[in-house]
T-cell receptor, first 116, second 113 residues
Framework: AQSVAQPEDQVNVAEGNPLTVKCTYS??????LFWYVQYPNRGLQFLLK??????LVKGSYGFEAEFNKSQTSFHLKKPSALVSDSALYFC??????????????FGRGTSLIVHP | DTGVSQNPRHKITKRGQNVTFRCDPISEHNRLYWYRQTLGQGPEFLTY????????KSRLLSDRFSAERPKGSFSTLEIQRTEQGDSAMYLCASRDRPNNEQFFGPGTRLTVL
């Protein structure tokens, strides 16, 4: 079984400061990991993914995430937050067992609020 | 616009009525997904198509829910005898290959009175 946890319902950060949105996962095999962002009344937009390779993944809008297998984490980061980054962020995981499902599991989301 | 589109964007209906939503995926994507999202939750998987074949259905998909993708292009999700608990955002997503990301549509917000 696969699961993902976003331990913070809300993250507050001042504009210009670094931000981190946390995600931990559980899978039986190797994970595919994704981050999406959702603005009010909109669908989800893809930010970045980890499939294999370099543990530091760079994505859209200056976001990056670090895959940490020992801590089963995939935290989203940005060096300098913008007010326009304020949105809902979702982490998703898909297990890669042999013959497994292609359905990802999404976390509950973390609301990021960037203060001017 | 070559993204995923969904219609209608909003639907208000009375309890007991039937509703149907449509999703048009990105044209070269053969995989299509339906999700339901309620306030404070992430998307919850409902069903998955590869081409016209419905390959997986969630336990969330009760007998009142049915989805089709007759020609492997657009898909419809029908909810019969709607209940107030069906009020949610219904999201459609598509992708081409299994390890690629999903592209989401803007969603259909259903309100059941």
């Amino acid at each position: 079984a696969q699961s993902v946890a976003q331990p913070e319902d809300q993250v507050n950060v001042a504009e210009g400061n670094p931000l981190t949105v946390k995600c931990t996962y559980s899978v039986s095999g190797n994970p595919y990991l994704f981050w999406y962002v959702q603005y009010p009344n909109r669908g989800l937009q893809f930010l970045l993914k980890y499939i294999t390779g370099d543990n530091l993944v760079k994505g859209s809008y200056g976001f990056e995430a670090e895959f940490n297998k020992s801590q089963t984490s995939f935290h989203l980061k940005k060096p300098s937050a913008l007010v326009s980054d304020s949105a809902l962020y979702f982490c998703a995981v898909r297990d890669i067992p042999s013959g497994g499902s292609y359905i990802p599991t999404f976390g509950r989301g973390t609301s990021l609020i960037v203060h001017p | 616009d070559t993204g995923v589109s969904q219609n209608p964007r909003h639907k208000i209906t009375k309890r007991g009525q039937n509703v149907t939503f449509r999703c048009d995926p990105i044209s070269e994507h053969n995989r299509l997904y339906w999700y339901r999202q309620t306030l404070g939750q992430g998307p919850e998987f409902l069903t998955y198509f590869q081409n016209e074949a419905q390959l997986e259905k969630s336990r969330l998909l009760s007998d009142r829910f049915s989805a089709e993708r007759p020609k492997g292009s657009f898909s419809t999700l029908e909810i019969q005898r709607t209940e107030q608990g069906d009020s949610a955002m219904y999201l459609c997503a598509s992708r081409d290959r299994p390890n690629n990301e999903q592209f989401f549509g803007p969603g259909t917000r259903l309100t059941v009175l």
